[in-house]
């Protein structure tokens, strides 16, 4: 099954990190990385811009309402995602204790996701 791992953390703190901060969280999240591609189970990640960079679309209003920055004012904001292929929710959450092991702070919310391709739908 393919689980998807969100990235929250305080986007401040993360933002503040020197380069070496930075290149060291990431060197800890490659060594994961690999073991996952290794077994074939790593799929698409994405760092994401700040929410500076954010636009959001209300769609709660009559027309839609686009508005700069991110829906939600939160003290963590989604920071990235990867998908997983995972035999189950204990195997996704021990990825998701690897990945904290290498990026400290914040959490990870595991959600599995149900692909939907257009033109098939399940009865």
Not at 21 to 28: K, L, P, R
Not at 89 to 102: C, M, S, T, W, Y
Request: net charge negative; hydrophobic share 40%; with cysteine.
């Amino acid at each position: 099954m393919l689980y998807a791992f969100l990235c929250y953390n305080n986007e401040d703190a993360v933002f503040s990190w020197t380069k070496e901060e930075d290149d060291a969280v990431m060197a800890g999240l490659h060594k994961v990385h690999q073991r996952l591609i290794e077994k074939k189970k790593f799929g698409p990640a994405v760092r994401l811009m700040p929410t500076t960079a954010a636009t959001t679309l209300r769609k709660d209003t009559d027309p839609p309402l686009v508005l700069d920055g991110p829906y939600a004012e939160t003290k963590e904001q989604l920071l990235g995602f990867y998908v997983i292929d995972c035999e189950d929710l204990e195997e996704a959450l021990g990825v998701a204790r690897d990945f904290a092991k290498a990026n400290p702070g914040g959490a990870y919310e595991v959600r599995p996701l149900k692909l939907f391709l257009p033109g098939s739908f399940e009865k």
